[in-house]
């Protein structure tokens, strides 16, 4: 069984690890708090960290679901897509020149 991706964050100041788990193909879970609902958008399906049984509802879907997983798969890789090192290293340095 493929590998998947659960965050039971708290809190997220960004959400790397999502991006991250998103970019190497794993199905996304994740909390709805912080950043990380900015950041998955609509590739993660989201739940809230003080009800465990949304987070076992979640991955025993994610477990059983072959159509789910891979539905998750390929929105996690579309979204992923929105984000590289070089657009963000271009956008640090327009602010950058704009704040000179």
């Not at 900015?38 to 989201?46: H, L, Q, S, V």
């Amino acid at each position: 069984m493929p590998w998947r991706s659960l965050f039971p964050s708290l809190y997220e100041g960004f959400g790397m690890p999502l991006l991250e788990a998103m970019i190497n193909h794993c199905p996304v879970i994740c909390s709805n708090r912080g950043a990380l609902v900015e950041i998955g958008a609509d590739a993660p399906r989201y739940f809230d960290p003080a009800e465990p049984d949304e987070i076992i509802e979640l991955v025993e879907e994610l477990s059983r679901d072959r159509a789910f997983r891979s539905a998750q798969v390929a929105k996690s890789l579309s979204r992923a897509a929105d984000f590289s090192w070089r657009r963000a290293a271009a956008a640090h340095a327009a602010l950058y020149r704009e704040l000179v």
